[in-house]
């Protein structure tokens, strides 16, 4: 019997005796991936076929693929992730452009309160950016990309209701509504002379904004605050469009973080149903739930108390910084990933200076990047099995191809693109990563919504 407040250090068999029940908890095996892969392309399938699906498969209305010929000046907004970028690109061909951009902090009360406010926001962040950034020829409208990185049922290139939110995000008489309009009338409340050409998503504007230059990119993906993926589907493939198509191929941007919200083959631990009970979407996004860096710090965090409550972990004690929900960043995971130190020092700057745990010995800090370690390679090998699933229903998987990623997940975590690797090679032998590659595709969404802005817009001046 233990009691409360008595030091006590675990001995080397308890401590093995723990890392090795995290590790039969937070493993992913090939065959559990098989499994996912499988259920993947189903839920695909249902998505292509009809409305209401799980997994959406939502048209973007963006077909075909930039040439790197395109020019012109073009302005780019992109929301969803930790900021607001405000950018103006100048396409000059050859693949080349220029760019000048902002980054505007959107606080918790935007997120949450009223979504005209949340517009309002952006319209002043827009009209500062012109002010000190702007191009010079405001006789005529800008044309603008919007990378708005949420569930987005589009009708047109720029037109699209908002599904529901995701990430966070939670602003009221948003939902069902055309988020473009809404957007243009507070640039018009503020005498804006700008025209929303594109609604975006993120993962769309990650793909254009790769291929403008690498041609034989596939996928475009993103590990970021959330996850999500898109790629080119042929005409014949969408299913649930009944009318006549007049294009060869069309980007589809899945929403796969909504995969598996039925809870069949994701490998769900108690500390993933407790982050999923006490977010604002509990039951919503499992997928994302398990790899995005929103979430990923929650899981460790929730695994690190439940031990402390068995008295294995900081002798029993926890500290007001770690009982917080979210109080343990993912970023910090980074450091702890990356802390090969004898003594774990990193690792002991962040649970004693940073988390105000009081003390922790070398075996507590051993477990919590053993935490980490799993949680993150567990969140790897999940993102393979997507992009697998992906590259499976293409055909790609056969051929030489490039997945465009961003987001810190991807960008920060160590390892986490070897744990990619390391979940394809068991699945498709070890030749497979001479035919897959991943690019890291940074920041390049503002820039793909820029490319297509100038697209649709084109398209509609000569029309
Ligand atoms: C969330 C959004 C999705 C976005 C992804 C990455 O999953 O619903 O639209 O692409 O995050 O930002």
Request: aromatic share 8%.
């Amino acid at each position: 019997m233990v009691f409360p407040y008595s030091t006590r250090r675990l001995s080397s068999t308890e401590v093995e005796d723990i890392l090795a029940k995290l590790t039969q908890e937070l493993t992913v095996t090939t065959d559990r991936i098989r499994t996912i892969i499988k259920q993947f392309n189903e839920e695909m399938d249902k998505g292509l076929d009809h409305e209401g699906a799980t997994v959406p498969m939502i048209p973007s209305f963006v077909t075909g693929r930039p040439t790197g010929k395109e020019t012109g000046r073009y302005m780019a907004l992109d929301l969803g992730g930790t900021n607001l970028r405000v950018c103006e690109f100048h396409l000059e061909g050859q693949g080349k452009f220029s760019v000048h951009q902002q980054k505007y902090v959107v606080s918790d009360q935007l997120k949450k309160g009223e979504m005209r406010h949340l517009c309002d926001f952006i319209a002043d962040c827009v009209d500062n950016f012109i002010s000190e950034h702007g191009s010079d020829h405001l006789d005529e409208a800008l044309q603008l990309g919007f990378t708005f990185s949420f569930p987005v049922l589009q009708t047109a290139i720029n037109r699209g209701t908002l599904m529901h939110w995701t990430k966070g995000f939670n602003c009221s008489g948003a939902i069902n509504k055309d988020v473009v309009v809404m957007l243009q009338d507070a640039f018009l409340r503020k005498n804006l002379n700008v025209n929303i050409a594109a609604i975006v998503n993120d993962t769309v504007g990650t793909l254009m904004a790769h291929t403008y230059l690498h041609p034989e990119t596939t996928i475009g993906v993103i590990l970021g605050t959330g996850t999500n993926a898109c790629y080119y589907e042929k005409a014949t493939g969408i299913k649930k469009w009944k009318t006549e198509k007049q294009f060869d191929d069309m980007v589809i941007n899945m929403e796969w973080g909504a995969f598996d919200n039925e809870r069949r083959v994701l490998p769900l631990t108690i500390y993933d149903n407790k982050l999923d009970r006490e977010s604002i979407n509990p039951r919503q996004q499992i997928f994302e739930k398990q790899i995005s860096g929103m979430y990923l710090g929650e899981i460790v965090r929730n695994a690190m108390l439940h031990l402390v409550d068995q008295w294995m972990l900081f002798n029993g004690q926890s500290s007001a910084d770690l009982n917080k929900q979210w109080g343990f960043e993912t970023a910090y995971m980074t450091t702890i990933i990356a802390d090969n130190t004898p003594a774990l020092a990193s690792t002991e700057h962040i649970l004693q200076d940073v988390l105000q745990i009081e003390t922790t010995t070398l075996e507590d800090r051993q477990i919590v990047k053993h935490i980490c370690d799993l949680v993150a390679r567990r969140a790897a090998r999940l993102s393979a099995a997507g992009i697998a699933a992906v590259l499976s229903h293409t055909g790609d998987i056969d051929r030489p191809s490039v997945v465009a990623i961003d987001g810190s997940v991807y960008e920060f975590l160590p390892g986490f693109e070897n744990n990619m690797i390391i979940a394809l090679k068991e699945l498709f032998g070890d030749s497979i990563q001479n035919r897959i590659k991943f690019a890291l595709a940074k920041d390049g969404s503002g820039f793909g919504a820029a490319i297509v802005a100038m697209v649709a817009h084109k398209a509609a001046t000569s029309s």
